[in-house]
């Protein structure tokens, strides 16, 4: 394939958030899922709840999560209802019931869309069964449109420790153009509250390349977010997953619906390349640095505070191994050496928790001690660098001699460096990760679609 063919923002999936691939998952491994429920966990290993709140006031048109924007607050409840009793059949299983949570990351679709009344509630009869008030982070994203100061005080109140604002970009039209919902007015207003709150640790997150973005508005974006001077920010590269209104539009630009013609239609030209996106991303960390930040993964610079270096523990957690039950529709999770995902269909999430009263798990994954090892690998090269004495430890691997093939043709591309045992991702190389990563996997997942 050309490289300039290579280097266009074509439709799948780029970011590397897990290993065996998502299409190994099946139903037929959801036995082996309740079996590692139902086994004492490894004693050292920590463990970490996610939420999947899947409620949106719009759909981002680049988007791929499940989300709804079509709910009313009926929806809500019962959605709540099932969450909650998710997490109490979960507290009752051998692997996580009495277990103390490292972390609780609220994640979605947009968690702050739900009112402060209905996070309380939420929050509240969730700590009940598994309190997180000794975790040592609970993350909560936010939609700055749909904050208000007291919902903030609410989440304040109820343990949040760090805020994650998706603002994406400043730009009014830009934010339009790519379905977003809120303004730039209100992400200076939540930002505000947010401050004043005291929040431990604020996260902005932009992204590098939504539709209409030029090198212009790209350097104002990153000066309007050193200005605001969040503790972390977290900078990802657009890419198109297959199920996305942006994808879709591309796909059908030769063929329009009858209500459209190509004009209205994406066209590949309007999304902007990956050396692009790579160039973006580095003026960005490199303007960040200069502002006092640190480089924290391929993605995020987090800022010290108060001679304190910024931790993302929901990160390093999962990418050190750690277990993690995910609840919600779709939610992914990790215990005991199974991957496991939920249904992903409304009515199946909600029918299986309130009606029957089990587990709503849809598609499993045993995976295997040299999965296990790839897999963390894969995701620590993210921070920039691995140490080999962590892997032989941990798995009896020297991974300097097992992938020694790989490790040397990373290197003749200028991506890492070895050195004394470690592995020194460069500045470059982080910038392309995540499609670096697969020369590392399995004969039989390399090429495989990863959803």
């Known amino acids: 394939m050309p490289t300039a063919t290579q280097e266009q923002t074509g439709l799948g999936n780029y970011f590397v958030a897990n290993y065996p691939p998502f299409s190994a998952w099946t139903a037929a491994h959801v036995p082996a899922a309740l079996a590692a429920l139902n086994r004492a966990p490894a004693s050292a290993t920590p463990l970490g709840l996610y939420l999947h709140i899947p409620f949106c006031r719009k759909r981002c048109k680049f988007c791929y999560f499940r989300v709804y924007t079509d709910k009313n607050s009926d929806d809500v409840a019962t959605y709540s209802n099932a969450l909650v009793k998710e997490v ?136 309007k977010t050193i200005r605001l001077a969040p503790e972390s920010v977290t900078i990802y590269q657009m890419e198109l997953p297959y199920n996305t209104t942006f994808s879709k539009e591309l796909l059908n630009h030769d063929n ?70 995910g609840t919600g529709v779709a939610s992914f999770g990790h215990v005991g050496g199974v991957h496991m995902q ?29 999965q296990r090892l790839i897999r963390e690998m894969i995701l620590q090269l993210k921070t920039g660098r691995i140490d080999a004495a962590y892997f032989r430890r941990k798995f009896g691997v020297d991974v300097l001699d097992e992938f020694s093939d790989a490790w040397r043709d990373l ?7 070895t050195h004394d045992g470690s592995v020194l991702v460069t500045p470059d190389g982080l910038l392309q990760i995540d499609r670096k990563l697969p020369i590392f996997f399995e004969a039989e997942f390399r090429g495989a679609r990863y959803t």
């Not at 005080?153 to 919902?181: C, H, M, Q, W």
């Not at 249904?343 to 295997?368: F, M, N, S, V």
């Not at 290197?411 to 460096?417: K, Q």
């Open 88 to 223: 109490e059949l979960y507290s009752r299983t051998e692997a996580v019931g009495g277990r103390a949570l490292e972390f609780v990351y609220f994640g979605g679709g947009t968690p702050s869309y739900l009112s402060a009344t209905q996070l309380g509630s939420l929050m509240t009869r969730l700590q009940k069964l598994l309190p997180w008030h000794a975790a040592r982070e609970v993350t909560f994203e936010c939609e700055p449109g749909t904050l208000q100061q007291h919902k903030l005080a609410t989440l304040k109140e109820l343990g949040v420790t760090r805020l994650s604002l998706g603002i994406e970009n400043f730009k009014p039209e830009i934010l339009e153009f790519n379905g977003r919902a809120h303004s730039e007015a209100e992400i200076y207003r939540a930002y505000d509250w947010a401050r004043d709150l005291g929040f431990d640790q604020i996260n902005i997150d932009l992204i590098a390349g939504m539709v209409g973005e030029d090198w212009d508005n790209w350097r104002d974006c990153v000066r």
């Open 342 to 370: 939920n249904e992903d269909r409304w009515d199946g999430y909600i029918g299986r928790l309130l009606d029957t009263g089990e587990l709503p798990l849809h598609r499993a994954l045993p995976i295997t001690h040299r």
């Open 256 to 325: 329009p619906p009858r209500d459209r013609t190509p004009l209205d239609l994406l066209r590949p030209s309007d999304i902007a390349d990956w050396p692009t996106k790579r160039a973006w991303v580095r003026y960005a960390f490199d303007e960040l640095a200069a502002a006092g930040y640190e480089r924290s993964s391929a993605y995020t610079m987090v800022h010290p505070k108060r001679d304190r270096r910024m931790e993302f523990v929901y990160r390093d957690s999962l990418w050190h191994g750690a277990d993690m039950f």
């Open 411 to 417: 290197e003749s591309e200028g991506v890492l460096s």
